[in-house]
């Protein structure tokens, strides 16, 4: 169809500048075509049966595969394959409000703004902590408005990766701040949409359960790359366990926020674990931190100040004209810009944007 033809000419135009947003690129999904003449529906709990159609089977190894990489207790995690990362970020609230109904939930400014929608959502109170330059939390800041609340159970949005500049706030530090309030009942959600995955593989994980997250929400559609947005988010069973209802006309347990959810994105997510390995990830991301390195340099040779934060994907450096941020689909904020090197980038093409970057500037 003519209509189609023009549109994929365009977004092929499209793909060649697209290095703002942290979309993996270097995937291949096309054994799983065959799969997308059926209706594969995921209905409910991803670990108790529903009818034939559906891909649960995948789900679960695409859950136990993320329950290992972030160490969630053996007997007492359990988890979905979610349409993204904000749906994850989502149902943590959801837990922690069904835990802590009169919680008081903490974030900072830097964090991504799906979260003030879902606070609202919830109907949750929030205290909104500074951040520092960097973007990381300013945790003497939650330390003063911590006290002024230590009546309250304190439910804290972790960044794990902020979404401008890919700070991660320091779970061990706010651990120690609630212990030295003596807070007796917390939560602490972990959004690890962008950088989650990639930190866990490269052994940066003071953010996993066993350092003290109670629940963790990831995208798919970035680093693992995904035509389809989605994501897993993963709790402490025995937290779940407070909100799932038995439906019958499913005949499932009604454990997750959507009704149904499509089966192809458990597949997807399944094949790239299967295709790449844990190996084959770590790979990737050590030549995503490489290639940011390079940027980073690149952009520093010809006078551009640019930054990233350790172990980070993230180069961000002061905002250039609109023409570079429209031709590469920069995202930006005030006065900074970013381009994210995730895996499909290649140094080829972050030279071709620099060489922009110097004629253009
Ligand atoms: C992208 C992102 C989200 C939202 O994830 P979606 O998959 O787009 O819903 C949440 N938090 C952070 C830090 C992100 O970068």
Known sequence: MERLDTFLKKIQERAKTYIGYPVATD??????YPFLDYSLNNVGDPFIASNDMQAKEFE????????????????????YVTNGGSEGNLYGLY????????????YTESTHYSV????????MESIVIRSQPNGEMDYADFEVTLQMNRHRPVIVMANIGTTMTEAKDSIPIIRDCLKKYAIKSSYIHCDGALAGTYLALLGDNDFNFEHG???I????HKF????????????????????GRAIPYIGTLDTTIPGSRSGINSMILWYAIQKWGKEGMLQRAQNSLENTA?????????GITAWSNPNALTVVFPKPNVHICKKWQLATENEIAHVICMPGITKEKLMEFVDDLKKLQ
């Open 116 to 123: 003030q929608k879902n606070i609202h959502l919830l109907n």
């Open 294 to 302: 390079f940027l980073r340099d690149k952009l520093n040779e010809i």
């Open 217 to 220: 929400a990831i995208s798919g």
């Open 27 to 32: 995937y291949d999904y096309k054994e799983l």
């Open 224 to 243: 693992f790359g995904s035509p389809i947005s989605n994501g897993v988010v993963l709790v402490k069973k025995s937290y779940k366990e407070r909100i």
């Open 213 to 215: 997250a109670d629940s």
């Open 95 to 106: 837990v922690a409000r069904e835990i802590y109904p009169t919680g008081m939930v903490y």
């Open 60 to 79: 679960r190894e695409v859950i136990e595969f993320f329950s290992e990489l972030f160490k969630a207790p053996v007997e007492n995690h359990w988890g």
